[in-house]
């Protein structure tokens, strides 16, 4: 079974314009979350989809938005780019059958560089 | 200005030792608890969870210890090997069912051949 996939995996913008980073998830997981990784504030929570409705947000400008798939592939998006932005951005997956199921599995994320 | 990253704390081993990373959480209502590793240039890989109605769990090569009372979790390694060099990130469910990870700073391994 695949794992996460992200596209991208590298990315260069400039200040001011905007970013879409694309997600797919494990065959069969219908959640999709993203998280920001940076040196300085470590891996921070951005959002968590399920059956394409945002369910859960993490303290983050409105800059940053997300939407999920019908086939529970997702898109997240960052808007007029600052330099903070910089990072690698996870997406991960996980299962939410009958029978609960909390693992998140990630990709290998997108290393974002705002110039 | 100048940026400041987090200080990671570091742990290095002989091959073959046994290692102990630790981890204090936050939040007394999380119930449920992972163990990330991540390589350089890798995502976080998930090696082994437990929930708070547990104490320990054991998987190949690796034990979680979960100790709710004083919110603290650990990983020990066992026969750690070169390949285990990486960073140990823990990382527990704070949103209960709006699932939601926070993560430790992260804990550097480094293993001595």
């Known amino acids: 079974k695949a794992g996460v996939t992200q596209t991208p995996r590298y990315l260069i913008k400039t200040r001011g314009q905007q970013v879409t980073l694309s997600c797919s998830p494990i065959?069969?997981?219908?959640?999709v979350s993203w998280y920001q990784q940076t040196p300085g504030q470590g891996l921070q929570f951005l959002f968590e989809y399920f059956s394409e409705t945002q369910r859960n947000k993490g303290n983050f400008p409105g800059r940053f938005s997300g939407r999920q798939f019908s086939n529970s592939r997702s898109e997240m998006n960052v808007s007029t780019l600052e330099l903070g932005d910089s990072a690698l951005y996870l997406c991960?997956?996980?299962?939410?059958?009958?029978?609960?199921?909390?693992?998140?599995?990630f990709g290998s994320g997108t290393q974002l560089s705002v110039l | 200005g100048e940026s400041v990253g987090l200080h990671l704390p570091t742990l290095s081993v002989q091959e073959g030792d046994n290692s102990i990373i630790n981890c204090a959480y936050s939040n007394s209502a999380s119930d449920y608890f992972i163990w990330y590793k991540q390589e350089s240039g890798k995502g976080p890989q998930f090696i082994i969870d437990i929930r708070s109605n547990m104490d320990k769990r054991q998987g190949q090569r690796v034990t979680v210890l979960l100790n709710k009372t004083v919110k603290h979790l650990s990983l020990q390694i066992a026969a750690t090997q070169p390949g285990d060099s990486a960073v140990y990130f823990c990382?527990?469910?704070?949103?209960?069912?709006?699932?939601?990870?926070?993560f430790g700073k992260g804990t550097l391994l480094t293993v001595n051949p």
């Open positions: 990382a527990e469910n704070s949103g209960g069912s709006n699932y939601k990870l926070t």
């Open positions: 991960a997956s996980r299962w939410t059958g009958a029978l609960t199921n909390e693992k998140l599995f």
């Open positions: 065959s069969g997981h219908r959640s």
